[in-house]
């Protein structure tokens, strides 16, 4: 019979790197996610995903992950859709480019 004593520290230290690697994970996240605000780029799973080298199911099963994903999207998608209306704006205005 195993002792059930000596699994666990096994356990706690297997647990605790659990969390490091998790904790790594989400901040590769956050960096990913701060630099596609600062190259205003557009924001998506997919993308986020490459440049942090997570994969989309951990964006998606984490929590935090997928509230900072979402946020960012939805940030994105306003910045484009101030974008494009800025640029309607200024093709129906004749002169609105002109000097």
Do not use: C
């Amino acid at each position: 019979m195993k002792n059930p004593t000596a699994s666990k520290p096994r356990t706690a230290a297997a647990l605790a790197a659990r969390r490091r690697k998790t904790e790594n994970a989400l901040e590769r996240v956050h960096q990913a996610i701060a630099r596609h605000r600062r190259e205003k780029t557009q924001v998506s799973v997919a993308a986020v995903a490459r440049r942090a080298d997570v994969s989309r199911t951990f964006l998606y099963d984490n929590a935090e992950a997928r509230a900072a994903v979402a946020a960012a999207m939805a940030e994105s998608g306003e910045r484009r859709t101030q974008l494009l209306a800025d640029e309607d704006e200024s093709v129906r205005r004749p002169g609105a480019n002109a000097p």
